[in-house]
């Protein structure tokens, strides 16, 4: 086919659950491509010389390959090559922020100007990694059968189950080190299961994950709270011979503003882990408490605040806002979580913040009082700075407020690990190369490292410590055991 023929071939469309159903239940959201629709969308890949939507990718992943085999229909095969760098595919193609990554730098996108008009990569990736779990592969596909694993000596710990730990343990199990994976949590999946909402991403996907790696040899033990539990250093005694934290981002910021301790008042983290990991939206099934807002506000203008939004609809919510300092322009979100977010009904109240939260005398939230914002000079982060409006006060009348202004780093693991050297904001500082901490044999990667980032990049680092792991376990052998 010519690039000419290519070209003429319209964007395949996701098809979608209808908005005004979707928005009170927490079946997932986008449905998925047919094969003919996935082959089509493959098809408009022009293969072109320069790769650039590989450049846009964090881990490099061979996105004209693949796309390739998906054109001929070999959907296997096409798994099977973004596995060599990607191990959650089922994962990423759902939740990748690809409009700002691959896609944004496909060439078909540039000579239509128009993004939309960008290959569809992730809707592709997710194609090729469900038709082949619906095939009945452990795992998606046969890359995670432990074929290439070499019986060692040596035992590694893996502290966290977000994606980071998962792509870590999977290396490391793959090296043929005896891995044991500490999740404090009742279920592992970090920020998969606890944080994102069944809607965008099925824990059944996650769990397919989990499957795959207990199929590699990791053993996963949950409700384990490193440095409660045990500390870093007891396991380090006990003999494990490396450990990878992977402990995430979990820690919730507040607006620091008055009435934030009142009751209806919650982080998104909370609100979001009672509805998803604790199903507090199976009212019929588990008796996990929960506030059932009426008129919610959410501030903030990330992934998370989208989720928190959507989920107080799916919870009963009559009335959303979504209340956010800057313009749409300077949204960290998704554009396509925003789209959907829009389409259920969740109202955006662009250039205002919360000025307090207003209670009754039983101490519950009764409004939120808010200021109207102007953008002012770019700030540190390149983005224009909101400056408030004086005298703009004006308050909504609401019963529940989700506050959703980032994460910080977890801190316990550092609080109870002497001579784990962190930064300011509690990150852990790694080597950049080895990803190795101040404390030889401790590794460390994802959002503990690098602040709330990705899933993408999370997995990335997991990779990269499972590498400066072995390489360090490997030259610390002892006598006799296998290298
Ligand atoms: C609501 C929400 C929506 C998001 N949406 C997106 C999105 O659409 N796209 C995207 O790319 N990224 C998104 N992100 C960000 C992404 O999920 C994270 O960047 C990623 O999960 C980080 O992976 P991680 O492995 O470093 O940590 P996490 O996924 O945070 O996992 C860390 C795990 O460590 C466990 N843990 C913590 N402390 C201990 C301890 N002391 N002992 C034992 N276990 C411990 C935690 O319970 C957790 O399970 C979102 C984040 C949130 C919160």
């Not at 450049?55 to 959907?75: E, H, K, R, Y």
């Not at 290396?171 to 944080?195: I, N, Q, S, W």
């Not at 009426?294 to 992934?303: C, E, S």
């Amino acid at each position: 086919m010519t690039a000419k023929e290519r070209m003429a071939i319209e964007p395949q469309k996701m098809p979608e659950q209808d908005p005004a159903v979707r928005a009170h239940n927490m079946r997932e959201v986008a449905l998925g491509y047919t094969p003919e629709q996935a082959q089509r969308e493959a098809t408009r890949c022009l293969n072109c010389p320069t790769k650039p939507c590989m450049q846009g990718c964090p881990v490099s992943v061979n996105i004209p390959g693949f796309l390739a085999q998906a054109t001929a229909g070999d959907f296997k095969g096409a798994l099977a090559t973004i596995r060599e760098s990607s191990l959650l595919p089922a994962v990423c193609g759902r939740v990748c922020p690809q409009e700002k990554q691959c896609q944004n730098f496909c060439t078909l996108g540039k000579l239509f100007k128009d993004p939309e008009k960008a290959v569809a990569i992730g809707r592709i990736e997710r194609f090729c990694a469900d038709f082949s779990a619906q095939a009945g592969q452990v795992g998606g596909d046969e890359a995670f059968n432990p074929s290439s694993t070499r019986p060692h000596a040596k035992r590694v710990a893996v502290v966290g189950s977000g994606p980071a730990s998962i792509t870590c343990a999977a290396d490391c199990a793959r090296a043929g080190f005896k891995v044991t994976m500490f999740e404090a949590f009742h279920k592992p999946g970090g920020v998969l299961v606890y944080g994102i909402p069944e809607f965008r991403l099925p824990k059944a996907i996650v769990q397919r994950e989990i499957d795959g790696l207990k199929a590699l040899g990791v053993d996963v033990v949950t409700d384990f709270v490193v440095g409660r539990t045990l500390t870093l250093s007891d396991m380090l005694d006990d003999g494990y011979d490396a450990i990878f934290v992977g402990t995430g981002a979990g820690l919730p910021k507040f607006m620091g503003i008055e009435g934030e301790n009142l009751v209806g008042v919650f982080s998104a983290n909370e609100y979001l882990t009672r509805a998803n990991l604790m199903k507090a939206y199976d009212e019929d099934h588990v008796d996990t408490p929960f506030w059932h807002g009426r008129r919610v506000a959410v501030l903030g203008g990330g992934n998370v605040a989208m989720d928190a939004s959507r989920m107080a609809l799916r919870l009963g919510a009559e009335k959303v806002y979504l209340v956010y300092r800057r313009s749409e322009a300077e949204m960290p979100a998704r554009r396509e979580e925003m789209h959907h977010a829009r389409e259920e009904g969740v109202e955006f109240l662009m250039l205002q913040n919360a000025k307090r939260v207003l209670g009754d005398e039983q101490g519950r939230v009764k409004g939120l009082e808010c200021l109207t914002y102007e953008l002012g000079e770019p700030d540190a982060s390149g983005r224009r700075s909101p400056v408030a409006v004086p005298g703009s006060e004006f308050t909504l009348d609401v019963d529940t407020v989700v506050v959703a202004v980032g994460n910080g780093a977890n801190p316990l693991v550092a609080a109870t690990t002497p001579g784990l050297d962190v930064d300011a904001k509690g990150h852990v500082l790694v080597d950049p190369v080895t990803r190795m901490t101040s404390i030889p044999g401790v590794f460390a990667g994802g959002d503990i490292v690098l602040g709330a980032a990705t899933v993408i990049l999370a997995m990335g680092e997991g990779r990269a410590a499972a590498k400066g792991m072995a390489d360090w376990l490997n030259r610390n052998a002892g006598e006799g055991e296998t290298k």
